[in-house]
C-alpha cells in the first residue's frame, strides 16, 4: 500500500483478525499501534517506527471506556476519525481498527485483567482502575489483532511497566517497543489533552519539561540526592496548580530509589487547571 492511499477502516474484530491473520501467513511482520485517536505527532511517530520494522501495520482508535474513572473525560475526550484517518494514511498506516464500545464490550462482558504492584503506585494511586482497564483492552487488542510486535510512547511510562508486565506474565506472543517521547517546540510533550488547555495553562504547563530538565541538569553535575533534585523541581514547578507526584523510579520498573545510581527514570503528574499532565525523562544512564 502507498503512503498516499487510506487505510482500510475496519470496525469488527473477526474482520481485523482475519486480515492480519492472512497477512501473516503470507509471511508478513505485523506491527500494531494502539491508540485513543485524536492523534498528534506522538502518535504518528509510533507509526511511523512500526511502518520501519514491520511489513504491515495496524493502528487501533478506541477511547476504551474501561480505563476512565467515574469523574473523568471520557465523554468529552477529542474524537474525530476523519483527521485521525488522514494522519494514519499519511504515516503508511495500512489498516485502522476502529471498533464501537459494543463490539469491544459486549452486553454481559464481564472478565478484567487483574494487575499487580505495578500498577498500584503513582497513576495507579490517583486513577485505582485505569491500570485494569488498560491492560485489558490492550490483552483484547492484541487477542483481536495478532501482531508480531505493539509499539506504545515512553511518555506513558508507568504504562510501558504494566504493560510490560502483563505480557511477560500472561506469556502473551508480542514484542513490546518503547519509543520516544514526542514535544511540542517549547518542550511540553505531546499529548490529546493538551487541547483542554487555556493560552494561559498552555505556557503554564511548559514548567512540566522545565523541571525534568533542571533535573538532568543537576544529575549531570552529580547531584545523586532524589530529595534535592524534587526541591529543585518543586521550585520550577511553581506555574502548575498542584503536583501529584514527583517520583524517582528504577528504569523499567516501578520501584522508587532515594539516589541516583544508575538508569532512573523520574516521572511527574501536575495539574494546569483541570487539565492533567504527566511527564518524565530518563536520567543516570
Ligand atoms: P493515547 O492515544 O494517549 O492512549 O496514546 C496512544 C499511544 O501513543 C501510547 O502508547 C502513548 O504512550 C503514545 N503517546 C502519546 N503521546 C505521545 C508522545 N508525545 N510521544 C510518543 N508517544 C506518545
Redesign the pocket.
Known sequence: MSETSSPLLLSTGAEIRAAILAARSNGETIGLV????ALHA??V??VRTAKAECDRVVATVFVNPTQFGPQEDFNRYPRDLERDRALLAEAGCDWVFAPSTDEMYPLGSDTMVHVGAAAAEWEGRIRPTHFAGVATVVLKLFNLAPANRAY?????YQ?TVVVRQMVSDLNVPIDIVI?????EPDGL????RNAYLSPTERQHATALRRSLLAAEELVAIGESDVEVIRARMESVLVDVDHVQYIAFLRDGAMESVDRIAGPTVIALAAKVGATRLIDNTLVGD
Do not use: E, I, Y
Open positions: 494502539p491508540t485513543m485517536g506522538g502518535h511517530s509510533l506504545f510512547g515512553r511518555k506513558d504504562q519509543c520516544p517521547t514526542v514535544r510533550a505531546m499529548s490529546s
